[in-house]
């Protein structure tokens, strides 16, 4: 009985192990067959590269003796022409043929003499010859195949020697005078035994055997003697079938003469032999089933050392969740009791402010809900930890607009900076996703983590955010750079330690819990993403955070709705066009003007805006500031300077430039309105209000408008 209640307590370890045993396993026999198809494959690759340079190298060796001797063709008719007698054509084919046998790179090491039939005349290099060599010459391997193949170049198969008795074989050609008549057929005899010597060489990885078959299929090259001057077709007729029905075989498997269970390769020569490896099956395969035994005993290796490390992991594990099951309950069971009431008090307070109070109680509802703000975030901080660490908490993916979260992001901070006299620099790299699969929430919660630091820790100078969009790499970065006080980096480490702040006592004038770095690392991790820090005390700090892209379906993306009560209007008869350099701000351009029923056209550049200009007559045009190429003031002069009605045309100036005299400056050049970015609505509104022509204007006071964040 304690045996099985000890086993039922350890069953997640048990099924650890056999979940590595099963793994490994499963492993090593896919791992087997997977260096075995990759070593049979090389091999394979390896057999046809060896076959290949084989049949290159005897057809560079047979190719080089052809063309000396068609050059030696030419010049004996050329002597024929000029009428020279069989003496002097016979001097001069001793001269070639001792210019042939001098040559000291080994290329005609193979090569014996040359002759000829010329008018019936039987003459060769070095001797004069008998008269019965005149008729009998004719008779030969090398003079009938010439006349058989007219005007070519042709090789004979071996045959003997009348003369030496020797294994050769006969390069020959017709010889024709200038009038295109044959006056005879020259001939030049190559030593077989260097082919032999090469071809009985060939190694396949020093194993198997060369061979070479005629065009008539007999075996001329062979390590079994027995079977030299033989038909393939008399021995084996499915072997010579295979060879006379194909130009080349890859890694065949059949028996070969020697009765070995063999692997063929094959390639055909261009004068009809075909060479050949054949390699026994066992030698073949035995890199791979070497490989195989080395896996095998590589994964029991391993199964054994995984097992002894869970073995210690889960020891070890049992005594830390224990504390951390106590830490977290109490947490827990805190952020929640005091949570409950807080969200109270935060609703209560939302609804005094916006009732008609006095202004003396609306500061203080003000002082109540903002404290009552700061004090959730530091419960929810709490609640999220002890969530993360008990295990208890786990990501809730949906289909959500990834440009909104960035516009959210970027015009919260924007304005949170500006109160704190910070300047807040946006910039995109790449093309933004319209739609992403994943948490937005605690992606929202991480960068709003991020970027509230970078704002607490940051007294002058700016706060950069940079979303950088690779779909190459699958991932998406955001950037977040300050100008704050930076870190020492023997600190960077206690960013990540739950409660914990880099110097607290100079940070007491700055609320949080220390929590907020742990929590976004954790589930930035969760989300299968990273988190980076790089700071130099003094100067500031830049958190990296990458995650990877899912692709989200725009049509399944919820989208919160936040209903205002409003002064609205409509003009879906209006032409407005929005020129931006950026997709992004025209995204979220286009979306506000369409809150008014507007249909707006865009330009991504001045040019562009300009050539669209001349095109339509347009109410109103939207024009960025800050553009490559020609900016929104050079766009806009552009379009006054071509006269006429553009110089009535309404520009508004778009752009993020919100300082002070901003808008004196824009006005001086040509602008008739302005409006800052993030774009609010009661701006947008008003500037509707105020530039389109009134028939097109349809207003309902106190509607509901729907506000899309």
Known sequence: MKFLMRLKAESSLLFQYLTVVVVISFMVITGCCSVSRIVNRNITLYGEAVIVSSAETLTAYLKAHQMA???????????????????????????????????????????????????????????????????????????????????????????????????????????????????????????????????????????????????????????????????????????????????????????????????????????????????????????????????IVTGLSAMLLLCGILTFMHAARKRSDEASRIKSSFLANMSHEIRTPMNSIIGM??????????????????????????????????????????????????????????????????????????????????????????????????????????????????????????????????????????????????????????HPEKNRHISGTGLGLVISKKFVEMMGGSIGVESEYGKGSVITIVIPMVEGNPSEIRRDEDLHKTRSISAPGAKVLVVDDNEFNLRVALGLLDLFGIDAKTALSGKEAIEMVLKDDYDIVFMDHMMPEMDGIETTAEIRNLGDKYRELTIVALTANAIQGAKEMFMANGFNGFISKPIETPALTNILVKWLPPEKITQTPEAEITVWY
């Open 349 to 502: 307070s939302e609804l005094l402010l916006n009732s008609r109070l006095a202004e003396r109680d609306m500061r203080f509802v003000n002082d109540i809900n903002r404290s009552a703000i700061t004090l959730l975030s530091i419960i929810n901080d709490i609640l999220d930890m002890s969530k993360v660490e008990a295990g208890r908490f786990e990501l809730s993916p949906v289909h959500y607009d990834f440009s909104m979260l960035v516009e959210n992001v970027v015009s919260m901070f924007t304005f949170v900076a500006r109160e704190r006299g910070l300047e807040f620099k946006f910039e995109s790299v790449g093309e933004m996703p319209e739609a992403q699969f994943g948490d937005d929430i605690r992606l929202r919660q991480v960068l709003t983590n991020i970027c509230g630091n970078a704002v607490k820790f940051t007294e002058k100078g700016y706060i950069g955010f940079k979303v950088t969009v690779s779909p190459e790499k699958n991932a998406i970065a955001f950037e977040i750079k300050d100008t704050g006080i930076g870190i020492h980096e023997e600190d960077i480490p206690k960013l990540f330690h739950a409660f914990e702040q880099s």
């Open 69 to 295: 001797f068609e050059k030696i063709a030419f010049i004996v008719e050329d002597l024929y022409s000029l009428e020279a007698d069989i003496d002097t054509i016979g001097t001069h084919l001793t001269k070639l043929s001792d210019h042939l046998m001098q040559k000291d790179d080994g290329i005609y090491r193979g090569f014996v003499y040359i002759y000829a039939v010329i008018d019936g005349v039987f003459v060769q290099a070095f001797d004069r010859v008998e008269e019965k060599y005149h008729e009998l010459a004719q008779t030969r391997p090398w003079y009938t195949e010439a006349y058989k193949r007219s005007g070519e170049t042709c090789f004979s198969d071996p045959y003997r020697c009348l003369q030496t008795n020797d294994l050769i074989i006969s390069i020959s050609k017709v010889l024709y005078d200038e009038n295109k008549n044959p006056f005879g057929v020259l001939g030049f005899d190559i030593h077989f035994n260097a082919i032999v010597d090469y071809v009985s060489q060939i190694r396949l990885m020093d194993t198997g055997y060369g061979g070479l078959l005629d065009s008539e299929l007999r075996i001329i090259v062979h390590t079994e003697k027995s079977v030299l001057g033989r038909r393939l077709g008399d021995l084996r007729e499915d072997l010579a079938a295979l060879f006379r029905d194909s130009n080349e075989l890859k890694a065949y498997r059949t028996i070969s003469l020697l009765n070995v269970d063999s692997i063929y390769y094959s390639r055909k020569l261009f004068n009809g032999w075909q060479i050949y490896i054949s390699v026994p099956r066992d030698e073949f395969y035995e890199d791979a089933n070497t490989m195989s035994r080395v896996l």
